[in-house]
């Protein structure tokens, strides 16, 4: 089990790094006048793979016994970081724009402030 926390530990630090630099690099597109680009695309598809693979872990260590102490709005966050990056892209029609690059930028930003959240309710009680 305690690979388990480890992993899933691990792909919340990687999931929030993540979500830094696509912060930054959706804004730096949107203020230079750029619109998305194919690796943009590909940053956040590897983006929900984090989070989506994360989210695995954490349903077999729920599985497992492992609760963490505020379990409902962990799973809450976690939930929201599953569905943010396919919701933001309906919402968007999958534009590429320049304004749609803020809205990335600033979706990545949103999604670091969930994955420090995740991590505080996230103190596990067996």
Do not use: K
């Amino acid at each position: 089990m305690n690979i388990l926390y480890l992993l899933h530990d691990r792909l919340q630090i990687a999931f929030m790094l993540f979500m830094i630099i696509i912060g930054i690099w959706g804004c730096f597109l949107f203020f230079t006048g750029r619109s998305i680009t194919g690796d943009f695309w590909g940053a956040l598809v590897i983006g929900e793979g984090l989070v989506i693979a994360e989210a695995i872990v954490g349903i077999l260590l729920y599985i497992g016994g492992a609760r963490p102490q505020r379990d409902i709005f962990h799973i809450l966050y976690a939930a929201v970081a599953v569905i943010s990056i396919p919701a933001t892209f309906a919402f968007t029609r999958g534009r590429d724009n320049r304004f749609e690059a803020l809205i990335y930028g600033l979706l990545g930003f949103f999604l670091m402030g969930i994955a420090i959240r995740t991590r505080t309710t996230a103190l596990f009680a067996m």
